[in-house]
């Protein structure tokens, strides 16, 4: 549902614009010591505000497309 929402409405900001932009902090590892590692790597990069504004539009848009 986000990928077909996001792709629409062209929200780069979104989680599938992120993992393409190369970011992993939407899923994380099992290996605690991977996880440790990624956590410390995304810490230093803050969302910009258009890539928070797009994230709560693609929530907002899925869950109003779902029903449907």
């Not at 505000?49 to 929530?59: C, G, I």
């Amino acid at each position: 549902m986000h990928f077909l929402v996001e792709a629409e409405a062209g929200l780069s900001g979104g989680v599938f614009g992120r993992i393409a932009a190369g970011q992993s902090n939407v899923f994380w590892a099992a290996h605690p010591v991977i996880r440790k590692r990624q956590a410390r790597r995304e810490a230093k990069r803050q969302p910009s505000k258009a890539e928070r504004t797009d994230r709560a539009r693609s929530e907002t848009l899925a869950s109003l497309c779902e029903p449907l």
